[in-house]
């Protein structure tokens, strides 16, 4: 098995900027895509973005283009989420996800789960 923590969350202002990451632990980091997926009060969980295990391929959500950036650091088996000018509907717990499946947008294509970490963003 494979566990993931997320840290970073917390409550910031309208275009702030917050940078959550995620700490694997468990089965090989290297041998699985990487993703951070949100879920606010009453709502779906929604894809963020992605980086492949390589590093090198990333895919972002609308909302998250431009504004966020995905990395990973497999020497340190870990994955980040760089959150710019951040806005009210922002605010979710975000988690991070690590799956071998193609599919990368879609829940099920993970295995392995952390429990969140909360953003607020206020006006």
């Known amino acids: 098995q494979m566990q993931l923590v997320e840290s970073g969350g917390g409550l910031v202002q309208a275009g702030d900027s917050l940078r959550l990451s995620c700490a694997a632990s468990?089965?090989?980091?290297?041998?699985?895509?990487m993703a951070w997926f949100r879920q606010a009060p009453g709502k779906e969980r929604e894809f963020v973005a992605r980086v492949s295990w390589s590093g090198v391929t990333t895919y972002y959500s609308d909302f998250a283009k431009g504004r966020f950036t995905i990395s990973r650091d497999n020497a340190k088996n870990t994955v980040s989420l760089q959150m710019n000018s951040l806005k009210p509907e922002d605010t979710a717990v975000y988690y991070c996800?690590?799956?071998?499946?193609?599919?990368?947008?879609?829940?099920?294509?993970?295995?392995?789960w952390g429990q969140g970490t909360q953003v607020t963003v206020s006006s």
């Open positions: 996800a690590a799956g071998t499946s193609g599919a990368y947008k879609v829940t099920f294509g993970y295995d392995y």
């Open positions: 468990g089965r090989s980091f290297t041998s699985y895509g």
